[in-house]
């Protein structure tokens, strides 16, 4: 086999591998961000449910303006992969979520916290991993 | 020269163009790949340089306590006084967290408290080990998050 070939050989397996590496790559990122969307997608269902809970009088069984007594519908609590939690004054509503595709750490799933903080209904993510 | 010798010569000529015509394709196609591979070889280096490096303390909600005891054997928890809820962590690792993972810190935390005091009171306040700056603040009537 010719030098130059060989050199060919090298030149294109290493151009192969770099190829395998980025669709690998791009494959995983877009697993990754699809389970962030699906968690996303959850985590607002339920913030739309402890919301729609606070701004129901307590004469309804709602919470006359705070989360306190929230409780995850049915719906969710077999969802085993959300935490959340009702902050001071019951004004605050965070939330946690995990996935169950592997996070940008390579170890655990991906990761992500739902924050509503008090007085208005906006809300945000976070990507914890 | 006879006509024999003259096609000969014709024929060699034809061959060393060809040759030289194919030596120089083969070297341009080295050239490409090697191109390719510095450009690969660059969005690889690129693509491990940007990407975030994810969680960096272990989390499960489902054992808080053995996550506290966790965080506390790493070094990410330097101390913590469970009935005045006041933590000091690494604050190296803190400033590195993702914005997210920091809330899912202060969260377990928050609610570890309350477990261990039994009641819920989600007071909580972190503090960097190395300036003991306020980090986190979580009091009756807001959560800040540094």
């Not at chain 2, 006879?2 to 060699?12: A, G, Y």
């Not at chain 2, 490409?32 to 591979?37: C, F, S, T, Y």
């Amino acid at each position: 086999m010719g030098q130059q070939q060989l050199l060919l050989l090298i030149l294109g397996s290493i151009v192969v591998s770099i190829a395998v590496y980025t669709g690998v790559r791009l494959f995983e990122v877009h697993n990754q961000e699809q389970n962030r969307d699906r968690i996303q997608t959850e985590l607002t269902q339920i913030y739309m449910t402890a919301a729609e809970y606070k701004m129901t009088p307590t004469s309804l069984g709602g919470g006359g303006g705070s989360y306190n007594g929230f409780v995850l519908s049915s719906t969710f609590v077999i969802e085993p992969d959300v935490w959340y939690w009702v902050g001071p004054s019951n004004q605050t509503l965070q939330m946690f979520a995990y996935g169950t595709v592997t996070g940008n750490d390579g170890i655990n799933p991906v990761r992500v916290t739902f924050v509503a903080p008090s007085g208005n209904l906006q809300y945000q993510f976070a990507v914890a991993n | 020269m006879s006509w024999q010798e003259e096609q000969r010569n014709r024929i060699l000529a034809r061959a060393a163009y060809t040759e030289k015509k194919i030596r120089k394709q083969n070297k341009r196609l080295v050239r490409i790949i090697i191109g390719m591979v510095i450009l690969g070889g660059a969005v690889v280096l690129i693509d491990n340089l940007t990407r975030d490096k994810g969680a960096l303390v272990p989390i499960d909600f489902k054992d808080q306590a053995g996550t506290v005891t966790n965080w506390k054997r790493i070094g990410f928890v330097k101390s913590i006084d469970e009935s005045t809820a006041e933590v000091v962590v690494d604050e190296a690792e803190w400033k590195e967290m993702l914005v997210g993972e920091r809330h899912a810190v202060v969260m377990l935390l928050a609610s570890y408290c309350a477990a261990k005091n039994q009641k819920p009171d989600y007071r909580l306040t972190i503090k960097g080990n190395v300036s003991q700056k306020l980090l986190v603040s979580v009091d009756d009537k807001r959560v800040i998050v540094k």
